[in-house]
């Protein structure tokens, strides 16, 4: 069994910023990428940020800049600073763990962004 489990998500004004944990636990034995999704309510869940095994990252454009992937191999975890946010990246936000070939998905934290 793969546990994976986000924390740090809440209300945030305009402008502020949170970070976010996310911890892979159980039968993993190597972990590829891991990744940070979300879903805003109505729209698709969408690729934010992903960093791999050797630390290459890739954001999506409207996060590039303002969000910050890191990981750490030894503990399994992986962190999203989110700075400068914006009503628009209110979502639920996912914490994904690509371990051979098969991917594993946390329940998501929940981010609002509001005045």
């Known amino acids: 069994q793969v546990q994976v489990v986000e924390s740090g998500g809440g209300l945030v004004q305009p402008g502020g910023s949170l970070r976010l944990s996310c911890a892979a636990s159980g039968s993993i034995f190597s972990i590829n990428a891991m990744g940070w999704y979300r879903q805003a309510p109505g729209k698709e869940r969408e690729l934010v940020a992903i960093i791999s095994s050797k630390g290459r990252t890739k954001y999506r454009d409207s996060v590039q800049g303002r969000f910050t992937i890191s990981r750490d191999n030894a503990k399994n975890t992986v962190e999203l600073q989110m700075n400068s946010l914006k009503f628009e990246d209110t979502a639920v936000y996912y914490c994904?763990?690509?371990?051979?070939?098969?991917?594993?998905w946390g329940k998501g934290t929940l981010v609002t962004v509001s005045s």
């Open positions: 994904k763990v690509d371990s051979y070939g098969t991917d594993y």
